[in-house]
């Protein structure tokens, strides 16, 4: 089982990034995924949630309207997509997946894989 994450970077203030994370090993369309985030000294926090068909998202009140999740079954990924960044959205990224049910986003129940994490860092 792999979760792997990247497109991570260095981007200024202002602008975009797009994240991925490819799964193998798993039956990916029948996880609900999630992207979490770590900063330094912070505890880890829940960026986005969607359902394993993707009908359903979920996202923290500081990215709404600036990030949106999506995914693709058929390559078995995940995406985030990351606009209008902030300096404070400086993080480690990872994203994660839990066995749910179709149209659910099981944030209650530990998750079954983790990815690595892909770094990014917003600044002039």
């Known amino acids: 089982v792999q979760l792997v994450e990247s497109g991570g970077g260095l981007v200024q203030p202002g602008g975009s990034l797009r994240l991925s994370c490819a799964a193998s090993g798993f039956t990916f369309s029948g996880y609900a995924m999630t992207w979490y985030r770590q900063a330094p000294g912070k505890e880890r926090e829940l960026v986005a949630v969607?359902?394993?068909?993707?009908?359903?998202?979920s996202y923290a009140d500081s990215v709404k309207g600036r990030f949106t999740i999506s995914r693709d079954n058929a390559k078995n990924t995940v995406y985030l997509q990351m606009n209008s960044l902030k300096s404070e959205d400086t993080a480690v990224y990872l994203c994660?997946?839990?066995?749910?049910?179709?149209?659910?986003?099981?944030?209650?129940?530990?998750?079954?894989?983790w990815g690595q994490g892909t770094q990014v860092t917003v600044s002039s």
């Open positions: 969607i359902s394993s068909a993707g009908g359903v998202t």
């Open positions: 994660n997946a839990r066995s749910c049910s179709p149209g659910r986003l099981c944030v209650w129940k530990t998750p079954d894989y």
